[in-house]
């Protein structure tokens, strides 16, 4: 078969020539496969095997991959190489993915997500912080871990003051926490609240269209930090090495 596909990652390749990927696909989600001789510079599928490569592929069912015949690229992110903080979120981006995308599965909407969250990063046209955190929360959701942010669930109040509950995937008012003992519940800013119920509810052509501070989106791409490392019960070693480079 042939079909679009994201390499989000280089796996430990065997020999001199070969290329073995894993890739983020429009009709089988990800996928992991060899590429003959794509290793050497001269081979026509060098280009489009490499990481960060948005490529067409032809794909063959093998044993246990797939074999790809013929690679065209059509877009390889190289802006993402000349920034070590744009390379390490770029690696986190395709680490997270790699985790929840489906495997034998259609992946469309996932992997315009992760398309036009390396573009944006790419191009420098939004802000990092804005983009990690739409990335986190919005694939988050996609994949089965979407929180309830729409009003207190206890009452319904949808302003005032807010504590969200990271374990739960919910929000509770100012007015109704008092009365029930909760743990690992934080304040959190309306600012914040509204960015995060737009990156989760609005159209998908809109949810990397806001404006916060940076203070703001520093606070927003720490929630959803956290909301994700308590819902999927891990880290990642590429977000631990993205955040070093922040505090250099």
């Given at each position: 078969m042939t079909t679009d596909a994201l390499i989000i990652r280089e796996n430990n390749n065997i020999g001199e020539a070969d290329r073995f990927v894993t890739a983020l696909t429009r009709e089988l989600g990800?996928?992991?496969a060899s590429a003959r001789g794509a290793r050497n510079i001269k081979s026509r599928n060098s280009s489009a095997t490499q990481l960060f490569s948005y490529s067409r592929l032809a794909l063959r069912r093998g044993r246990d991959k797939y074999i790809i015949t013929d690679a065209k690229p059509i877009t390889v992110f190289f802006g993402l190489r000349s920034d070590i903080e744009k390379l390490a979120l770029a690696q986190y981006f395709c680490e997270l993915v790699g985790v929840l995308a489906p495997r034998e599965e259609p992946a469309e909407d996932v992997l315009r997500l992760m398309l036009n969250a390396l573009h944006f990063l790419a191009d420098g046209s939004r802000n990092p912080k804005l983009?990690?955190?739409?990335l986190e929360l919005r694939l988050l959701a996609?994949?089965?871990f979407m929180p309830d942010l729409t009003a207190c669930f206890e009452c319904g109040a949808f302003e005032g003051p807010m504590w969200f509950l990271p374990e739960q995937?919910?929000?509770i008012c100012g007015g109704c926490s008092p009365h029930r003992p909760i743990q690992n519940c934080c304040r959190i800013s309306i600012n914040v609240l509204f960015a995060m119920r737009h990156i989760l509810y609005s159209e998908f052509e809109k949810c990397f269209s806001f404006t916060m501070s940076d203070n703001g989106l520093s606070q927003l791409a720490d929630y959803t930090e956290n909301y994700m490392r308590i819902q999927l019960g891990r880290g990642f070693k590429t977000l631990d090495f993205?955040?070093?480079?922040?505090?250099?």
């Open positions: 990800v996928v992991r983009i990690k955190a739409v996609m994949s089965g995937g919910r929000i993205y955040n070093t480079l922040k505090t250099v």
